[in-house]
């Protein structure tokens, strides 16, 4: 599997912004989709944004889309997720993911046997 190290979380005020990113490292990660999702307290894990491999398909949920914006850079291994006017709303953990295949940029979550996680980070947005 590939692992997948994010950064960049933190405490934010209502309309602010952050840019996280996820780096990738280990096995291959050619042809993988990648993704965010994020997960609060007593929730089941909800998915955010994810890109394809090359670039070229994006898919947000509904209540991050226009806010949001996935982008990628292959040549680095990683993947952005620039959040824009920010809500408390969006407080959460939030995961990065990669997938081989496009079910990622569907909405699905990462397959058991070609997904991976990374460990989470922290963005707290205050009202």
């Known amino acids: 599997q590939v692992h997948l190290v994010e950064s960049g979380g933190g405490l934010v005020q209502a309309g602010g912004s952050l840019r996280l990113s996820c780096t990738a490292s280990?096995?291959?990660?050619?042809?993988?989709?990648m993704g965010w999702f994020r997960q609060t307290q007593g929730k089941e894990r909800e998915f955010v944004a994810a890109?394809?491999?090359?670039?070229?398909?994006?898919y947000y949920a509904d209540s991050v889309k226009g806010r949001f914006t996935i982008s990628r850079d292959n040549g680095e291994s990683t993947v952005y997720l620039q959040m824009n006017s920010l809500k408390p709303e969006d407080t959460a953990v939030y995961y990065c993911?990669?997938?081989?295949?496009?079910?990622?940029?569907?909405?699905?979550?990462?397959?058991?046997?070609?997904?991976?996680w990374g460990q989470g980070t922290q963005v707290t947005v205050s009202s």
């Open positions: 890109i394809s491999w090359r670039g070229g398909t994006r």
């Open positions: 280990g096995r291959t990660f050619n042809g993988h989709a």
């Open positions: 993911v990669s997938d081989w295949g496009a079910s990622l940029v569907t909405g699905l979550p990462p397959s058991p046997d070609f997904g991976s």
